[in-house]
């Protein structure tokens, strides 16, 4: 049974920096997309970041392109963001998620099986 653990929400200061970890076990699957969705009170919830565990390649959604950064541990099953020059507009449940295959793009939710239960995020002014 895939279970997906974020953890490493808070809150913090625009400006400021936050690392997510997503904590995975379970898989059977040798190569995977994994990725973070963000969701803010109203929005749907946007893809943010995703790579693919089979040739180590990555997606970004330009909103945060050069800010945010997604790596992967594999000796530890953890994905990881970080993420640099938060704004309040990155405020949002971030959740982990993943499937099987390549699938960076479009990224979209509805393509992604697996979900973590969310971490929060805030960020002030």
């Known amino acids: 049974q895939v279970q997906l653990v974020e953890s490493g929400g808070g809150s913090v200061q625009a400006g400021g920096s936050l690392r997510l970890s997503c904590a995975a076990s379970?898989?059977?699957?040798?190569?995977?997309?994994m990725a973070w969705f963000r969701q803010a009170p109203g929005k749907q919830r946007e893809g943010v970041t995703g790579?693919?565990?089979?040739?180590?390649?990555?997606y970004y959604a330009d909103s945060v392109k050069g800010r945010f950064t997604i790596s992967q541990d594999n000796a530890k099953n953890t994905l990881y963001l970080q993420m640099d020059s938060l704004r309040p507009e990155d405020t949002a449940m971030y959740y982990c998620?993943?499937?099987?295959?390549?699938?960076?793009?479009?990224?979209?939710?509805?393509?992604?099986?697996?979900w973590g239960q969310g971490t929060q995020v805030t960020v002030s002014s």
């Open positions: 998620a993943a499937v099987p295959g390549r699938k960076l793009f479009p990224l979209t939710a509805s393509r992604y099986t697996y």
């Open positions: 379970g898989f059977t699957y040798s190569r995977v997309s």
């Open positions: 790579t693919y565990t089979g040739d180590g390649s990555a």
